[in-house]
């Protein structure tokens, strides 16, 4: 059997023809200072979009930094409160086998049964999720 290789589309290649706008104004002949207006709001418009690119790069820094303190002090609580949270359940269980086994009442078993599935559920949502985006842009 033979390799076949992708069929290729035929690369197009523009060239914009700078005499011409497509409004169909013809460069040559406008005044220089239409020109010299048009290029200033162009490079105004070039500079603010700069500064606006910079400031959205500084607060996602600072996002950033925010987050990760968050998951450093996060991380520093679930070192200590994962052996603490295991030690509580298997409390818990132990407590839970005990007063079933003394036949207590189904009230405290049915309570305990809660306690510790509201603590499974807390102990699952600890955290946070992390979505990196990507923007690529030309200045």
Do not use: F
Request: charged share 20%; proline share 4%; hydrophobic share 50%.
């Amino acid at each position: 059997m033979t390799k076949r290789l992708p069929a290729q589309t035929p690369r197009v290649i523009h060239y914009v023809d700078t005499a011409t706008r497509p409004g169909g104004a013809d460069l040559t002949n406008l005044p220089p200072a239409v020109l010299a207006l048009a290029l200033a709001d162009a490079m105004g418009r070039q500079h603010r979009q700069s500064i606006e690119r910079r400031d959205q790069y500084a607060a996602w820094l600072l996002r950033r930094e925010e987050i990760a303190r968050h998951d450093r002090k996060v991380r520093r609580w679930l070192l200590l409160g994962v052996p603490a949270g295991l030690g509580l359940l298997v409390g818990g269980g132990w407590w839970l086998a005990e007063m079933t086994m003394a036949a207590v009442s189904t009230t405290a078993v049915l309570s305990g049964v809660v306690v510790l599935a509201v603590a499974v559920v807390v102990a699952g949502t600890v955290g946070r999720r992390c979505i990196t985006v990507v923007q690529h842009w030309h200045e």
